[in-house]
């Protein structure tokens, strides 16, 4: 199975980049006088200004190295930055983006790797779709440095983590880069400088080939945690990588044996079919009697539209579990608080179904893509953690899920959305659902159809009692 994408890092991979001292007390007064502009007036020397904003971008990047969240430039600078100091925050909030950009123009020297250009388009005349993912504060830095290059046009998609929300390593934003460019992610390289972010985010997405390209510059952090397919010193000997990977498969089960009808592809809903929920709802509702609250109304009508917003991504995940509070009469701040961390444990009480590991890991071995279509509330990185606590996080070539994309199942567009992130027709993928809705969506559009855990009323073309039952399917032997 060859490379059908190409995703670089940024900073430290397209472009080297470096700073002094000297260099950011001399952008410190470009970005007091943004600062004065919308009325927030430091009593600081510009020294001291520049250890004020180094402390709280230390404080901001420890966290989110911990938690792989990209926060909005306007909290980075109140929570973090100007916590503390007493700002007008609706001025702050108006030009939170500017400083955030400023900061990441000016507080470095950056230049292009001087053979970016030849490289990008000897890949572009090989077939190959370009991108780029990186881990980055501001939303312009990027595209703006890029058009200075005269390299912009060469990617689609540019994923940055200040718009996604997510950070590398995790593999959530390597996922959605891939389903953006239409690629499975067992199809795509990924090359950057750092191990920890970089190669381990591609490992842990599935990615084909991590590369790392050495880059001179001490961030202070350890860099470890995987080991790269490669490591390169000149983005010209990733030419040669690509050529061999350009080569026809020797070794692959599947394409060996394809015909217009094989079965290329097995597609998964996830709950209730890869994984269950033992104890739903008791520890809410032990919850609210506690509080004396009515239990008997359900609000079914109520919680149906929340749950049609959440899934379609209308409102968040914390929108809706709020919501739901609010239905049942928890108004009181610290009950809320309660309730909401009761909410997540449940949902967090995830188990999967015996023989799923196994069955996953033995149908990837024979060469099946493997994706999921999920209608959820939950963004894509808490289901990937789920799977990746129990040695399932790299199978998938393809997460579609609800809340990102806008619309349901049964709905033709969302079975549609992953086969052509596969490449594939829909006679050429097998639907594996318990909902008789879902099964009846993926047959209207042509895909085959496995029944497990199922509705009384499902139709499909075969139905299984334990999940490992999937190895014997006539069409997927």
């Known amino acids: 199975m060859t490379i059908?994408?190409?995703?670089?890092?940024?900073?430290?991979?397209?472009?080297?980049?470096n700073y002094t001292r000297a260099l950011r007390l001399g952008a410190i007064p470009g970005l007091r006088q943004l600062l004065v502009s919308v009325g927030i007036g430091l009593p600081l020397q510009d020294d001291q200004l520049l250890d004020v904003i180094s402390d709280g971008l230390r404080r901001y990047h420890q966290w989110r190295m911990q938690t792989l969240v990209e926060l909005p430039t306007f909290q980075i600078w109140r929570e973090y930055i100007l916590a503390g100091y007493p700002v007008d925050l609706d001025g702050l909030e108006s030009v939170a983006e500017e400083l955030a950009l400023y900061i990441e123009t000016r507080f470095y020297?950056?230049?292009?790797?001087?053979?970016?250009?030849?490289?990008?388009?000897?890949?572009?005349?090989?077939?190959?779709?370009?991108?780029?993912?990186?881990?980055?504060?501001?939303?312009?830095?990027?595209?703006?440095?890029?058009?200075?290059?005269?390299?912009?046009?060469?990617?689609?998609?540019?994923?940055?983590?200040?718009?996604?929300?997510?950070?590398?390593?995790?593999?959530?934003?390597f996922y959605y880069a891939a389903r953006l460019a239409n690629v499975p992610t067992s199809q795509c390289l990924y090359v950057g400088d750092r191990i920890a972010r970089d190669v381990l985010g591609a490992r842990r997405a599935g990615y084909r080939l991590a590369i790392q390209i050495r880059h001179d510059y001490e961030h202070g952090e350890q860099d470890e945690g995987a080991i790269p397919d490669a490591v390169i010193d000149q983005m010209t000997e990733l030419l040669d990588i690509l050529r061999v990977e350009a080569q026809p498969p020797v070794s692959d089960p599947v394409s060996v044996i394809s015909t217009p009808d094989t079965t290329r592809a097995i597609l998964f809903d996830a709950g209730d079919v890869l994984s269950f929920r033992p104890n739903r709802g008791c520890k809410f509702a032990a919850f609210l009697k506690e509080l004396s609250l009515d239990t008997e109304k359900n609000h079914l009508a109520e919680k149906r539209t929340l749950t049609?917003?959440?899934?379609?991504?209308?409102?968040?995940?914390?929108?809706?579990?709020?919501?739901?509070?609010?239905?049942?009469?928890?108004?009181?701040?610290?009950?809320?608080?309660?309730?909401?961390s009761i909410l997540d444990d449940e949902d967090?009480?995830?188990?999967?179904?015996?023989?799923?590991?196994?069955?996953?890991?033995?149908?990837?071995?024979?060469?099946?893509?493997?994706?999921?279509?999920?209608?959820?509330?939950?963004?894509?990185?808490?289901?990937?953690?789920?799977?990746?606590?129990?040695?399932?996080?790299?199978?998938?070539?393809?997460?579609?899920?609800?809340?990102?994309?806008?619309?349901?199942?049964?709905?033709?567009?969302?079975?549609?959305?992953?086969?052509?992130?596969?490449?594939?027709?829909?006679?050429?993928?097998?639907?594996?659902?318990?909902?008789?809705?879902?099964?009846?969506?993926?047959?209207?559009?042509?895909?085959?159809?496995?029944?497990?855990?199922?509705?009384?009323?499902?139709?499909?073309?075969?139905?299984?009692?334990r999940f490992a039952d999937l190895l014997t399917i006539p069409f997927m032997l």
């Open 308 to 340: 049609e917003q959440a899934f379609v991504g209308q409102i968040t995940q914390m929108q809706y579990r709020q919501a739901i509070l609010r239905l049942y009469g928890v108004t009181q701040p610290e009950q809320i608080a309660r309730g909401l």
């Open 109 to 173: 020297r950056r230049a292009m790797r001087p053979e970016i250009p030849t490289v990008l388009e000897t890949i572009r005349q090989m077939g190959l779709k370009i991108g780029l993912i990186s881990n980055v504060s501001s939303r312009g830095q990027v595209p703006i440095n890029l058009k200075q290059y005269g390299i912009y046009h060469y990617f689609d998609p540019i994923v940055l983590s200040s718009e996604y929300g997510q950070r590398k390593p995790g593999p959530a934003i």
């Open 348 to 465: 967090n009480d995830v188990h999967f179904f015996a023989g799923v590991s196994q069955t996953l890991k033995t149908l990837k071995q024979k060469g099946y893509l493997l994706g999921i279509i999920t209608d959820t509330a939950n963004p894509v990185y808490i289901k990937l953690n789920w799977f990746e606590k129990n040695g399932m996080g790299a199978v998938w070539d393809s997460i579609i899920s609800s809340h990102e994309i806008g619309m349901r199942k049964p709905c033709p567009a969302i079975y549609h959305a992953a086969l052509r992130q596969l490449g594939l027709r829909p006679g050429q993928s097998v639907f594996v659902g318990h909902k008789a809705s879902e099964l009846a969506g993926a047959r209207a559009v042509g895909m085959k159809t496995v029944a497990f855990n199922f509705d009384p009323e499902a139709q499909a073309d075969f139905y299984i009692e």
């Open 4 to 17: 059908q994408a190409v995703f670089f890092d940024m900073g430290g991979t397209i472009e080297t980049f």
